[in-house]
């Protein structure tokens, strides 16, 4: 079992729907990272979060700490917005090692 | 632009070739990290660098060889690679062990 898990793996949604993708990890963190990765391959750091919620235009990011889970919501989702999103926990160790998930690969559709 | 700079984009190289991939920051960061993204598998860490020392070698393959000369720029020196190899190599930087990772573009190399 991966130490950071995500759901769905793929997405496919209309545009303007709202949507969730969600994390869960096993071990204790320090912080959580989602990450937007283009087909390109280049990766942009959207949050680093390690308590509530924050947001950025239509991007929100939550962690419950105590469930060990995180969920990404996109508002109003534009077909600029297809890529693969990745969780990432940043663990507590001796140098804060980062470990991600696998990706949830999200399209959509005008 | 990320101010994280990677060098070449696309590498194409035989099983008995030398090459190298290069990675530069303009961030003022204090660590340096190379990731391998395969198909269908998570990023892996193989080098993390902290002022300029290593401090992470994930089980890397001696086959893989990392430089840092100094706090802005990170390499990966590459020598009798094998098919497998091929993947998505990226450089990431951040100030501090607890912050913001900040990417580059990635190497793209396919070993033939």
């Known amino acids: 079992k991966n130490e950071v898990e995500q759901s769905p793996q793929n997405l496919t949604a209309q545009e303007g729907e709202f949507i969730t993708i969600n994390c869960s990890y096993s071990v204790g963190i320090s912080a959580l990272h989602w990450l937007q990765q283009h087909p390109g391959g280049g990766i942009v750091s959207l949050f680093m979060?390690?308590?509530g919620k924050k947001k950025h235009g239509r991007l929100i990011a939550t962690i419950n700490i105590q469930e060990k889970h995180s969920s990404l919501h996109i508002t109003a989702s534009h077909p600029r917005d297809s890529a693969v999103y990745i969780c990432a926990a940043r663990r507590v160790t001796s140098y804060d090692k980062v470990i991600f998930g696998p990706g949830t690969s999200l399209s959509v559709i005008p | 632009e990320t101010g994280v700079t990677q060098t070449p984009r696309h590498l194409v190289m035989g099983m008995t070739n030398k090459k190298s991939l290069k990675c530069e920051q303009h961030?003022?960061?204090?660590?340096m990290y190379w990731y391998k993204q395969s198909a269908k598998k998570p990023l892996e860490l193989m080098f993390v660098y902290s002022l300029e020392e290593r401090v992470e070698n994930n089980s890397v393959p001696s086959r893989f060889s990392p430089e840092c000369p100094n706090s802005s720029h990170l390499f990966l020196h590459l020598h009798t690679l094998q098919p497998e190899d091929s993947a998505l190599y990226l450089c990431?930087?951040?100030?501090?062990?607890?912050?913001?990772?900040?990417f580059g573009e990635g190497s793209r190399l396919t070993v033939l």
């Open positions: 961030l003022g960061h204090n660590a």
């Open positions: 990431a930087s951040s100030q501090d062990w607890s912050r913001e990772l900040f």
């Open positions: 979060l390690s308590s």
